[in-house]
């Protein structure tokens, strides 16, 4: 979105000379990642950080870069992301949420702003996460760009054996893009199942962190193993190897969601240290 073409209402920049003390503020973001080259500025191409750091500037008449609690991919969602952002703007957190919400597009929905302690940051405070992942087993157009539209049948009985083997503590380095290599493979995966919602299927994942693309080569190495192309015990040996080539293929970005962060501070974690 340009200057020009920001719609009337509550977006009255912040008064240059309404600061004080360098705060931090604590965002909740919901966006459809369809049109997004993920979360991340990028040298070109839509991103959410880049509409939301450019929405913050109009505001507060300050260049404040927006830190997410992790990078999702082009054209993942998110439900629950979770950001945060320094200002020496006095402007209640009230005031910061219509403000954003009246700049930002129609892609992206800041659900709260609230102001945080100063030492919080989104990525390293966070202590869990949980993702949903959809697959439809016909074609649907209103959320053709929200599942993956998988039209061969699947032994649910067998995927829910193998996402068994994922609870725990395991090195997931079978199931990581590593570009970048990360520091270490290790997860913990605190809760995973398989529902049926009307025609689709729901996975839902929950760890104290994960790899970069680890739950969509999950989630297609789980397809196989539905689709009879593996059986069900290759899971653990999967886990075992750490090798990549040995998993299966990644599961397209539209069918991923980030549901919720967890933190410290949160009333309820479940993935506590």
């Not at 397809?223 to 192309?229: H, K, L, N, P």
């Not at 040996?237 to 501070?265: I, M, N």
Request: aromatic fraction near 8%; hydrophobic fraction near 35%; charge should be positive.
């Amino acid at each position: 979105m340009k200057p020009n073409d920001i719609p009337a209402g509550n977006t009255t920049p912040a008064p240059p000379d309404e600061c004080g003390p360098r705060r931090t503020i604590r965002l909740l973001l919901e966006y459809d990642g369809s049109d997004f080259l993920g979360w991340q500025i990028q040298a070109s191409g839509r991103t959410v950080q880049g509409e939301l750091a450019r929405a913050l500037q109009i505001f507060l008449r300050e260049s404040p870069c927006p830190i997410g609690s992790g990078r999702t991919d082009t054209a993942t969602h998110a439900l629950g992301q979770v950001a945060h952002f320094h200002t020496f703007s006095n402007q209640s957190p009230t005031r910061i949420q219509k403000a954003l919400n009246a700049l930002l597009p129609a892609d992206i929905a800041v659900l709260k702003a609230e102001e945080a302690a100063p030492e919080f940051h989104a990525r390293y405070s966070a202590r869990g996460k949980v993702y949903r992942y959809r697959i439809s087993n016909t074609k649907t157009a209103l959320c053709r760009n929200q599942v993956w539209a998988f039209y061969r049948p699947l032994d649910l009985d067998a995927m829910r054996q193998a996402t068994t083997t994922l609870l725990g503590t395991h090195d997931f380095g079978a199931f990581c893009k590593r570009d970048p290599v990360p520091d270490n493979f290790t997860c913990r995966i605190t809760r995973c199942s398989w529902q049926v919602q009307g025609r689709e299927l729901i996975f839902e994942i929950e760890a104290n962190r994960f790899l970069r693309h680890m739950v969509r080569i999950i989630v297609g190495t789980l397809v196989e193993i539905g689709s009879g192309r593996r059986a069900p015990e290759d899971m653990a040996s999967l886990l075992a190897s750490g090798d990549r080539t040995k998993a299966g293929p990644t599961a397209p970005a539209r069918g991923l969601c980030l549901l919720r962060v967890y933190y410290p501070e949160d009333s309820q974690t479940a993935c506590a240290l």
